[in-house]
Protein backbone atom coordinates (compact mmCIF):
# COMPACT_ATOMS: atom_id res chain seq x y z
CA UNK A 1 0.00 0.00 0.00
CA UNK A 2 1.44 3.71 -1.09
CA UNK A 3 2.42 5.65 1.81
CA UNK A 4 3.52 9.45 1.02
CA UNK A 5 5.44 11.12 4.15
CA UNK A 6 6.08 14.45 4.36
CA UNK A 7 8.87 16.12 6.78
CA UNK A 8 9.06 18.59 8.36
CA UNK A 9 5.30 18.58 9.28
CA UNK A 10 6.10 22.78 10.22
CA UNK A 11 8.37 25.22 9.06
CA UNK A 12 9.24 28.76 10.20
CA UNK A 13 12.08 31.08 8.32
CA UNK A 14 12.50 34.07 7.99
CA UNK A 15 11.67 36.49 4.54
CA UNK A 16 14.86 35.59 1.86
CA UNK A 17 15.56 32.22 3.20
CA UNK A 18 15.78 29.39 0.57
CA UNK A 19 14.19 26.37 1.83
CA UNK A 20 13.86 22.57 1.34
CA UNK A 21 10.71 20.10 1.50
CA UNK A 22 10.78 16.74 1.66
CA UNK A 23 8.71 14.12 0.44
CA UNK A 24 9.20 10.30 0.44
CA UNK A 25 6.95 6.81 -1.06
CA UNK A 26 6.86 3.98 -0.15
CA UNK A 27 6.55 2.23 -3.65
CA UNK A 28 8.06 3.35 -6.53
CA UNK A 29 5.57 2.50 -9.30
CA UNK A 30 4.24 5.86 -9.54
CA UNK A 31 2.31 7.31 -12.79
CA UNK A 32 3.28 11.16 -12.10
CA UNK A 33 4.00 12.92 -8.77
CA UNK A 34 2.74 16.53 -7.81
CA UNK A 35 3.57 19.62 -5.17
CA UNK A 36 0.42 21.30 -3.82
CA UNK A 37 -0.17 24.41 -1.68
CA UNK A 38 -3.43 24.69 0.27
CA UNK A 39 -4.15 28.13 2.13
CA UNK A 40 -6.54 28.09 4.61
CA UNK A 41 -10.15 27.00 4.25
CA UNK A 42 -9.60 26.98 0.38
CA UNK A 43 -8.76 24.50 -2.13
CA UNK A 44 -5.60 23.15 -3.89
CA UNK A 45 -3.48 25.21 -6.29
CA UNK A 46 -1.22 22.48 -8.79
CA UNK A 47 2.64 23.91 -8.29
CA UNK A 48 4.90 21.58 -10.27
CA UNK A 49 3.88 18.12 -11.80
CA UNK A 50 6.85 15.49 -12.49
CA UNK A 51 5.96 12.94 -15.07
CA UNK A 52 7.67 9.18 -13.77
CA UNK A 53 10.30 9.61 -16.49
CA UNK A 54 11.17 13.32 -15.26
CA UNK A 55 13.88 13.86 -12.59
CA UNK A 56 12.67 17.63 -12.02
CA UNK A 57 10.77 20.64 -13.12
CA UNK A 58 11.05 24.68 -12.43
CA UNK A 59 8.43 27.65 -12.40
CA UNK A 60 9.97 30.67 -10.92
CA UNK A 61 11.37 30.10 -7.43
CA UNK A 62 9.86 26.51 -7.21
CA UNK A 63 12.75 23.89 -8.07
CA UNK A 64 11.16 19.84 -7.68
CA UNK A 65 12.90 16.98 -7.94
CA UNK A 66 11.91 12.95 -8.06
CA UNK A 67 14.02 10.34 -7.62
CA UNK A 68 12.11 7.20 -7.79
CA UNK A 69 14.19 4.72 -7.07
CA UNK A 70 14.69 6.15 -3.80
CA UNK A 71 11.44 6.94 -3.27
CA UNK A 72 12.02 10.59 -2.46
CA UNK A 73 10.88 14.18 -4.11
CA UNK A 74 12.28 17.52 -2.66
CA UNK A 75 10.36 21.01 -3.57
CA UNK A 76 12.89 24.00 -3.48
CA UNK A 77 11.63 27.32 -2.50
CA UNK A 78 14.22 30.28 -3.25
CA UNK A 79 14.09 33.77 -1.75
CA UNK A 80 11.25 32.88 0.46
CA UNK A 81 8.60 35.81 1.07
CA UNK A 82 5.40 36.27 3.64
CA UNK A 83 3.06 35.35 0.46
CA UNK A 84 4.64 31.90 0.66
CA UNK A 85 2.91 31.40 3.95
CA UNK A 86 0.87 28.00 3.12
CA UNK A 87 0.47 23.78 3.60
CA UNK A 88 2.40 22.52 1.02
CA UNK A 89 1.55 19.06 0.26
CA UNK A 90 3.00 16.22 -2.19
CA UNK A 91 0.86 13.87 -3.99
CA UNK A 92 1.70 10.69 -6.36
CA UNK A 93 -0.54 9.43 -8.85
CA UNK A 94 -1.27 5.20 -8.33
CA UNK A 95 0.46 3.41 -11.25
CA UNK A 96 -3.29 3.11 -13.14
CA UNK A 97 -3.23 7.21 -12.86
CA UNK A 98 -6.96 6.54 -11.17
CA UNK A 99 -6.03 8.41 -7.40
CA UNK A 100 -3.49 11.20 -6.12
CA UNK A 101 -2.23 9.32 -2.91
CA UNK A 102 -1.31 12.75 -0.25
CA UNK A 103 1.04 13.38 2.36
CA UNK A 104 -0.27 15.17 5.29
CA UNK A 105 1.62 18.17 4.15
CA UNK A 106 4.07 20.54 5.28
CA UNK A 107 2.88 24.41 6.88
CA UNK A 108 5.16 27.03 5.93
CA UNK A 109 5.58 30.04 7.64
CA UNK A 110 7.66 33.22 6.59
CA UNK A 111 7.60 35.90 8.46
CA UNK A 112 8.78 39.55 6.91
CA UNK B 1 -14.04 31.38 -13.90
CA UNK B 2 -13.23 28.70 -15.87
CA UNK B 3 -11.89 26.79 -12.19
CA UNK B 4 -13.80 23.42 -10.78
CA UNK B 5 -17.07 25.18 -9.34
CA UNK B 6 -18.05 23.29 -6.27
CA UNK B 7 -21.54 23.75 -4.22
CA UNK B 8 -22.35 24.75 -1.83
CA UNK B 9 -19.23 26.08 -0.17
CA UNK B 10 -20.82 24.96 3.46
CA UNK B 11 -23.70 22.58 4.30
CA UNK B 12 -24.84 21.94 7.66
CA UNK B 13 -26.93 18.82 8.22
CA UNK B 14 -28.41 16.44 11.16
CA UNK B 15 -27.46 13.65 11.87
CA UNK B 16 -30.07 10.80 9.70
CA UNK B 17 -30.23 13.53 6.89
CA UNK B 18 -28.43 13.15 3.35
CA UNK B 19 -26.38 15.26 1.87
CA UNK B 20 -25.71 16.38 -1.82
CA UNK B 21 -22.81 17.80 -3.20
CA UNK B 22 -22.28 19.02 -5.90
CA UNK B 23 -18.64 19.26 -8.31
CA UNK B 24 -18.54 21.14 -11.97
CA UNK B 25 -15.57 20.50 -13.74
CA UNK B 26 -13.15 23.00 -15.63
CA UNK B 27 -14.51 23.44 -19.17
CA UNK B 28 -13.03 20.54 -21.67
CA UNK B 29 -12.40 18.62 -18.46
CA UNK B 30 -14.43 14.71 -18.68
CA UNK B 31 -12.53 13.38 -15.57
CA UNK B 32 -13.59 13.79 -11.88
CA UNK B 33 -11.95 13.14 -8.75
CA UNK B 34 -13.66 13.08 -5.53
CA UNK B 35 -11.16 13.44 -2.12
CA UNK B 36 -12.15 14.18 1.63
CA UNK B 37 -10.03 15.78 4.47
CA UNK B 38 -11.14 14.75 7.79
CA UNK B 39 -9.67 17.10 10.55
CA UNK B 40 -6.30 16.38 11.01
CA UNK B 41 -5.93 14.11 8.27
CA UNK B 42 -4.60 14.20 4.67
CA UNK B 43 -6.35 14.45 1.86
CA UNK B 44 -7.93 10.72 1.09
CA UNK B 45 -9.08 9.84 -2.42
CA UNK B 46 -12.80 8.66 -2.66
CA UNK B 47 -13.50 8.10 -6.30
CA UNK B 48 -13.07 8.88 -9.72
CA UNK B 49 -15.18 9.08 -12.81
CA UNK B 50 -15.61 10.06 -16.24
CA UNK B 51 -19.12 11.07 -18.03
CA UNK B 52 -21.26 8.78 -16.73
CA UNK B 53 -19.11 5.94 -15.90
CA UNK B 54 -17.55 5.23 -12.48
CA UNK B 55 -13.55 4.10 -12.83
CA UNK B 56 -12.56 3.97 -9.68
CA UNK B 57 -14.16 3.76 -6.54
CA UNK B 58 -11.95 1.77 -4.39
CA UNK B 59 -11.88 4.74 -1.71
CA UNK B 60 -15.63 5.08 -1.12
CA UNK B 61 -17.02 3.52 1.50
CA UNK B 62 -19.22 1.11 0.86
CA UNK B 63 -22.45 2.02 2.60
CA UNK B 64 -24.64 5.55 2.52
CA UNK B 65 -22.19 7.10 0.06
CA UNK B 66 -22.55 7.09 -3.67
CA UNK B 67 -20.86 9.86 -6.73
CA UNK B 68 -22.15 10.17 -10.27
CA UNK B 69 -21.16 12.64 -13.31
CA UNK B 70 -24.48 12.45 -15.71
CA UNK B 71 -24.12 13.64 -19.50
CA UNK B 72 -25.24 16.49 -18.67
CA UNK B 73 -24.86 18.51 -15.37
CA UNK B 74 -22.41 18.25 -12.63
CA UNK B 75 -20.95 15.08 -10.75
CA UNK B 76 -22.99 15.00 -7.68
CA UNK B 77 -21.31 13.18 -4.07
CA UNK B 78 -24.52 11.53 -2.10
CA UNK B 79 -24.31 10.32 1.36
CA UNK B 80 -27.22 9.17 2.80
CA UNK B 81 -28.15 9.09 6.40
CA UNK B 82 -25.34 11.70 7.40
CA UNK B 83 -23.40 10.63 10.69
CA UNK B 84 -20.67 13.28 13.14
CA UNK B 85 -17.74 11.09 11.64
CA UNK B 86 -19.04 12.53 7.93
CA UNK B 87 -18.27 16.16 8.97
CA UNK B 88 -15.09 16.59 6.97
CA UNK B 89 -13.87 19.10 4.01
CA UNK B 90 -15.03 17.29 0.55
CA UNK B 91 -12.94 18.26 -2.42
CA UNK B 92 -13.60 17.75 -5.97
CA UNK B 93 -11.10 17.97 -9.01
CA UNK B 94 -10.69 17.76 -12.47
CA UNK B 95 -8.64 16.45 -15.47
CA UNK B 96 -8.67 16.90 -19.06
CA UNK B 97 -7.34 12.84 -19.03
CA UNK B 98 -5.62 11.16 -16.51
CA UNK B 99 -2.15 11.57 -17.16
CA UNK B 100 -2.68 16.03 -16.43
CA UNK B 101 -2.69 17.70 -13.57
CA UNK B 102 -5.47 17.52 -11.84
CA UNK B 103 -7.38 20.65 -11.00
CA UNK B 104 -9.36 21.40 -7.54
CA UNK B 105 -12.43 23.47 -6.33
CA UNK B 106 -12.45 24.92 -2.78
CA UNK B 107 -14.32 22.22 -1.17
CA UNK B 108 -17.51 21.76 0.63
CA UNK B 109 -17.34 21.51 4.53
CA UNK B 110 -19.64 19.87 5.80
CA UNK B 111 -20.91 19.68 9.63
CA UNK B 112 -23.01 17.35 11.20
CA UNK B 113 -24.95 18.47 13.90
Known amino acids: KQEVTQIPAALSVPEGENLVLNCSFT??????LQWFRQDPGKGLTSLLLIQSSQREQTSGRLNASLDKSSGRSTLYIAASQPGDSATYLC???????????FGKGTTLSVSS | NAGVMQNPRHLVRRRGQEARLRCSPMKGHSHVYWYRQLPEEGLKFMVY????????ESGMPKERFSAEFPKEGPSILRIQQVVRGDSAAYFC???????????FGDGTRLSIL
Open chain 1, 27 to 32: DSAIYN
Open chain 1, 91 to 101: AVTNQAGTALI
Open chain 2, 93 to 103: ASSSDSSQPQH
Open chain 2, 49 to 56: LQKENIID
